[in-house]
């Protein structure tokens, strides 16, 4: 059974820093390349950074670059999402997605963490 559970999602001032995890199980982790999304009350959900499966390629939303950073560490299963000079607009329900770098259909979603960003 595979399983995504983020964590470390709370509710900050604007300008603080939060750091979210997404322990996987269930899969070959480090066959997947890892990504957050987010989605915001009454917006679709946007791709904010994405990782390969060997960490050595990322991307990141205009939105966020030079503010967050997603890392990774296989030994651990877990990819990370580390959030700097959190601003409102960064309030959104965050999900971790894992998707097999050979077979699309091997696509698996968190059940997502809360980050409030308000002072």
């Known amino acids: 059974q595979v399983q995504l559970v983020e964590s470390g999602g709370g509710l900050v001032q604007p300008g603080e820093s939060l750091s979210l995890s997404c322990a996987a199980s269930?899969?070959?982790?480090?066959?997947?390349?890892m990504s957050w999304h987010r989605q915001a009350p009454g917006k679709e959900r946007e791709l904010v950074a994405r990782i390969s499966s060997t960490g050595g390629s990322t991307n990141y939303a205009d939105s966020v670059k030079g503010r967050f950073t997603i890392s990774r560490d296989n030994a651990k299963n877990t990819v990370y999402l580390q959030m700097n000079s959190l601003k409102p607009e960064d309030t959104a329900v965050y999900y971790c997605?894992?998707?097999?770098?050979?077979?699309?259909?091997?696509?698996?979603w968190g059940q997502g963490t809360q980050v409030t960003v308000s002072s």
């Open positions: 269930g899969i070959t982790f480090s066959s997947y390349a």
């Open positions: 997605n894992a998707q097999h770098i050979m077979i699309r259909s091997r696509d698996y």
